[in-house]
């Protein structure tokens, strides 16, 4: 699941020159569980709902990358995080995984989900996953419009997938296939 929670424009900068990215650490666990809790009060972003400990997050998530946004204007705060969970433990999914991007309520509106799913995406590649998936409530209309923008397609939708405070949930489920890993030229080449 995820969200970015922001107000998206359309022609809205893919660049956001008052954050800057980088990789997500275990002492920015505080920020990024307080984001992460935001998101969850939408309740628009997760079926979750309380934040795990540092350690239980830690393990269900792929180590690199995970990202940060730290907004250059105000002191080193931490305005947003992404993260790659795998999708199976089986080799044949090795380069499939699931995407998370979160926002502080208020970052939204600012480029920083944009610029932080980009990073994701551009990192992943590097890191040899071919196919990036998301699960998404359909009422989350700006974190549909964040990863229409960055090139993820609607493959399905998950009718009563899942209950969230008792209201059985919709998701609508995304991917985002890699030109340029998994690719039958790559295999030609390589």
């Known amino acids: 699941m995820s969200t970015d929670g ?15 990215v980088r990789g997500l650490a275990p002492e920015d666990w505080a920020a990024v569980a307080r984001i992460y809790g935001e998101g969850m009060a939408t309740g628009h972003a997760t079926f979750e709902t309380a934040v795990p400990a540092w350690e239980e997050w830690d393990a ?25 969970s795998a999708v199976s433990a089986r080799a044949v999914y090795a380069g499939v995984a699931e995407v998370s991007v979160y926002v502080t309520a208020a970052a939204r509106g600012q480029g920083v989900g944009t610029r932080l799913l980009d990073a994701l995406v551009e990192r992943a590649e590097a890191a040899g996953f071919w196919t990036l998936q998301a699960g998404i409530f359909p009422e989350n209309e700006a974190s549909l419009a964040l990863h229409a923008r960055a090139g993820f397609r609607t493959v399905g939708r ?4 899942g209950r969230l405070h008792g209201v059985w949930r919709d998701v609508l489920l995304l991917e985002r296939r890699s030109t340029t890993v998994g690719t039958e030229s790559e295999e030609a080449a390589g």
């Open 6 to 20: 922001s107000s998206i424009r359309a022609g809205h900068p893919r660049t956001d020159p008052t954050h800057s």
């Open 60 to 84: 269900r998530h792929v180590k690199d990358p995970r990202l940060v946004a730290v907004s250059r204007i105000s002191s080193p705060e931490i305005h947003g995080f992404a993260a790659l």
């Open 158 to 161: 998950r009718e009563r997938i």
